[in-house]
């Protein structure tokens, strides 16, 4: 670890240096508007740790001059080293959506962003975002599924987030970018070349039956595609909604869920975001004991915030199809070389909801 002109900084990470100069922060801050007056003094490496795939910094800062008012600490979120080039699109990604969406989003949803940039040249990036780590915290520890009245909490905010977006006139012109059937098409036809490699490998662990039900999925694609070419019912959707991306307020905090993560959102059937939360990351106990409720709070979220004739047996519909359609996945992920822990349990638990809740029916 090195000091160098009041800034504390890993020298295994070289990015870490010009972003966190208390000259460059204090003019993010200020432009941000959370800085009136005085400046950064110092800069703090308080904590920093690897997710799967970013690098996540907890920095602490100290001013000059007056300062009433500004942050005291900020969360710094950069690429993690081994995906930095391979998965740069998500980093740009994630940056749109904190420099242009978020702004437009009501407020509370989402954490604050200070300052956010992506590099086309180096392919490097950084988001400064509002630091809520001792107002919130994460429900349960992975792989534990939440309370119900955690659930509840999650749920409610995400349909406050697919509200704000609800087949909003900006999707695909300002906003986001619709998919055409001949993207869908050339999309299926990688996940298809996937697939086949994907199948080889399991070998005998892949049973015929779920070896069908992969065929006729890929064989009916186009048609199954219908409802999102639709462009109807569709919102911005989070692409990654399971419940370790929100921050719930600790126990004497009155303050509202946020959600973070947000290098996968598109625009998307909205039941895409629930099933790949229940479906994809919980086992069918604790499924089936809260999915009904669970779906039913959404659709009154929805409601109370302005969503019309969008009716409670068109949300199971969608459900039903989300689900089907999430078998795919495992298969991308296990593209990418997520760890067998996490594409193989997902696996499993989509493959019983779909058996549950009868999806294979959509296929006849």
Not at 13 to 31: F, S, V, W
Not at 115 to 141: C, M, N, P, R, V
């Amino acid at each position: 670890m090195a000091r160098d002109g009041g800034i504390v900084a890993f020298m295994t990470n070289p990015q870490l240096t010009g972003i966190t100069e208390p000259a460059q922060l204090t003019a993010a801050l200020r432009k941000a508007g959370a800085l009136d007056r005085g400046a950064v003094r110092e800069v703090k490496v308080l904590h920093e740790r690897d997710t799967i795939l970013s690098h996540i910094v907890r920095l602490g800062l100290r001013y000059v001059g007056e300062s009433a008012g500004a942050p005291q600490s900020l969360i710094l979120k950069t690429a993690h080293s081994a995906f930095a080039k391979t998965l740069a699109n998500g980093g740009r990604h994630e940056v749109t959506f904190y420099t242009k969406l978020a702004p437009q989003m009501p407020p509370g949803l989402v954490p604050r962003c200070f300052d956010g940039h992506f590099d086309e040249e180096s392919q490097t990036w950084h988001l400064l975002l509002e630091d809520l780590t001792d107002s919130h915290e994460i429900a349960t520890q992975w792989p534990l599924p939440p309370s119900r009245a955690q659930a509840m909490a999650i749920v409610t905010t995400l349909a406050r987030m697919h509200a704000a977006w609800w087949d909003h006139p900006g999707l695909g012109e300002t906003v986001g970018t619709w998919a055409s059937a001949e993207d869908s098409a050339s999309h299926m036809e990688t996940f298809a070349g996937h697939y086949d490699r994907f199948a080889d490998l399991l070998g005998d662990r892949l049973s015929e039956e779920r070896r069908v039900l992969y065929r006729r999925l890929i064989d009916q694609s186009a048609r199954l595609s219908q409802r999102y070419h639709s462009r109807r019912h569709a919102t911005i959707t989070h692409g990654d909604a399971h419940t370790w991306n929100f921050l719930l307020p600790r126990a004497s905090v009155a303050d509202s869920v946020r959600i973070f993560d947000f290098d996968l959102w598109g625009i998307n059937v909205p039941t895409t975001d629930l099933a790949y939360m229940m479906a994809m990351q919980w086992y069918p106990d604790r499924r089936q004991a809260l999915e009904r409720a669970l779906l039913n709070r959404y659709h009154e979220t929805l409601i109370a915030n302005g969503v019309s004739s969008y009716t409670r047996g068109a949300l199971d519909q969608d459900y039903r199809l989300s689900v089907l359609w999430h078998i795919t996945k495992p298969v991308w992920q296990w593209s990418i070389k997520l760890p067998p822990l996490i594409w193989w349990n997902n696996l499993e638990r989509v493959m019983m909801a779909v058996d549950d809740l009868g999806c294979e029916e959509l296929l006849l």
